[in-house]
């Protein structure tokens, strides 16, 4: 075929473009001090102001990780990370590595958007991303938005976005950060961080190695007797390279440099109902590199972003007991993102922000016959008025895209705070789009050029309560109500011998979620419970046969998930049990009964000890998942694991975080 990639040749490159990667920083790290010494200058103190997208998630119902990510989840991903501290519905294709996908309020994986640093990482082929290839230690801080608006976010926010952000620390000199994880089934991790810098320069690297043989137990349900078997050809590597530069200048100039690379060979395994007569094997690589300008003035701010990403891919299939190659194909694409906005505070009350965009995507596909390629750009503002006691924005974006022509998007917003701030309400209309993908129009046969956009328009009303109770006791308690209408939704559909893309769906996500946690301090323990539920309809109304929201229901959407949660810190010693249950799930459009697959409780138990040592602290961590066995699918026919053990440790040089914990 005309993509031409020999599997060994791929191999090898991929691993020397990581290690160029590396070494090309290393001689900047080297004179670091040569540098903060030549150019003489004294540097006034100044804050960064981090991305932009980040910033507009105090406005919105946020859930943000960031304490919990370098000491419990360096080495996790961000699907186990999801999981573990969010209800969110996931869906995943088997073991650790297996490609992973996020559900967000009703939504397919492609209407969610995925930033790193502000910087849109979703696939201009699929335009969904592996959660699965995003881990928690690549992130300082890692925050959920739902029901993100279009004008303040852009393309692909039904569902909402996702923020992995990094940030400087220009008190830290140097720290260092090693993990080793070991698990059931030969699972190995290894990860290692380092941090270093002066107050004008600072320096992160991080890494991480994997290697998940995924040969597990599950119980076969299309085999009489449900028999026990190892699963196989799920084995999956991967190692992941993420560094950052930070640059403080004279005249409040902040540099950041960032550069985020990974490596991953996985098997694909065949679905249990089948036999594995071919074994299916798929190479991923991705090399993402910006920098961003940001300079802050008396009253007002300006950021200058430009990112450059690339992806490949390899598929192949060879016969089983065979080494001949009897199917294979390749990807690659790029993106080139650009982006400036100035912010400026025209009084203590009034806040108005303007800038733009440019996104250009093109991908090499040989079904596509030809390079495809495809360009957006648009103008945002944001006007912010603020009191004591409440704020209110309003936005508006222009968007321009080759295939359409101008688009409008908007949103408002509103925040009211009772006088002791214990009581607030949060309210939103924003209207959303996601354009089609390259898949979507230049895939051959079956690509529709004809496609329109996805459009909709989103509601959100909520309201948290923070009681103020004492020194060692806190309780809060939200909910949130939202309806979220999709129009022109992409399916691919058969038509005659092939599949297209077609504007099929008319769909209404709606429902409500409550979040409930309470920490109590007795003595020297620390008792913490929270509670999270979501009701969630995700219908598809052109189904004029049915009445019923049951009988709409879009596949892979459970109307319940329920996630509750109880643990105890001791001293060093932390503990915690979590329970999760998620409703039916349909898995075809027409709800075959023999299709569904049965509601599950999973149960996981979380132990680990911190030792204090003078400057340094060791935290381990033992993790029993799936602590009642229970036989379950996220996907039909790709089971889960059964009860697994995990065990990890992680020693942090010349830790800071434990220092300042201390009275």
Known sequence: MGFGINLKEMHRLNYTNLLFLFLSFCPILGNSNLFAQTEGVQLNEVKILGSRKSSYSNDLHTIRIDSLLKTKYFAADLANILKAETNLNITQYGGQGSLTSLRLRGSAPSQTQFNWNGIPVNSPTTGSIDLSLLSGGMADAIEVVYGAGGSLFGNGTFGGSINLCNLPDWDNRLSVNLLGEIGSWNHFKSGFGLRTGSESIQYQLTGLLQSSPNNYTYHNAFKAGNPVENRMNDSMNLMAVQQHFYFKLAHNWIIQLGIWGYIRDKQLPASESSAPFYVANQKDQSIRQFVRATKTFRKSSMEVVAAFLTDSLYYGETRSGTDSVSKHSGIRSSDTYLNFNHRWNINDHITLENGGDFEYQSARVAAYKTIASESQAAFFSLLKYRLK??????????????????????????????????LSFKGQISNKFRFPTLNDRFWQPGGNPGLLPESGTGYDLGAEWNPAISTKSSFSLSSLVFIQNINNWIQWVPVGTYWSPMNVRQVRCRGFELDMTNHQQIGFVNLFFKAMYSYTESCDMNLSSTETRYARQLPYVPFHLLRVQGGLNYHGLNASLTYKFTGRRFTSDNHDPWLDLNPYHLVDLTIGYTFNLKRDKIVITANLANLLNSDYQLIRAYPAPLRSFYLSVNYFFNDKTKRNEKP
């Open 389 to 422: 006691y409440f704020t209110a924005s309003l936005s508006y974006r222009q968007v321009f895209y080759t295939m359409t022509g101008p688009r409008p998007l908007f949103s408002a917003s509103i925040q009211y705070y009772s006088r002791d701030h214990a």
